[in-house]
């Protein structure tokens, strides 16, 4: 069965992640930029790979409706990136996270996920405020939410023992 799309863009397609994307998500979790910005999840094999996608973006999309979606090129069915919603334990709000793998960033397709995800947020999901957050140094990340309408609101601590990161939010 062929995934369905959740969100489809001038270039590009989200859709829910599945097991068949192991591979993808085993390289996109290992990029250094993920490592630097993001954190070791612990995925090392196809198998972890396939555990983080069940545990992770399968998981929200059974309890919330959204999650994080493959993103992907509608020409050729490319996988570039990972970009969507989620609700942790640790934030009131919704937020958006996006990752992309190096051949396919400086290219729009971040700005553009994104773009379409505060959109699907708004005008589907009926979400009122989406916020996001990046390490102190992520400056690329930090710089595209404002692009996209999102504004710094403040520092946070996720935990007790974390290291501090920015806040940015949107309301609709």
């Not at 555990?51 to 996988?79: C, H, Q, S, W």
């Not at 919704?94 to 996920?113: C, N």
């Not at 957050?133 to 930090?142: A, K, L, P, Q, V």
Request: include cysteine.
């Amino acid at each position: 069965m062929q995934p369905v799309a959740i969100i489809e863009t001038e270039r590009l397609i989200l859709r829910e992640l599945e097991a068949a994307d192991a591979a993808f998500i085993l390289e996109l979790l290992n990029d250094p930029a993920w490592l630097r910005y993001i954190g070791d999840k612990g995925v090392r094999t196809l198998d972890d790979a396939r555990d983080y996608i069940r545990n992770g973006p399968a998981d929200m999309y059974a309890r919330y409706g959204f999650g994080l979606y493959r993103v992907e090129t509608k020409d050729d069915g490319t996988p570039v990136g990972i970009c969507g919603l989620l609700k942790r334990d640790t934030l009131p709000d919704v937020d958006i996270g996006f990752a992309f793998l190096p051949a396919f960033r400086a290219q729009g397709y971040a700005r553009e996920s994104v773009v379409a995800t505060l959109v699907h947020a708004r005008n589907v999901l009926k979400i009122e405020r989406v916020i996001a957050i990046t390490s102190i140094d992520n400056d690329d990340s930090g710089k595209l939410l404002e692009k996209v309408g999102m504004h710094f609101e403040r520092m946070l601590q996720l935990s007790d023992h974390g290291e501090e990161v920015k806040l940015f939010a949107v309301d609709f």
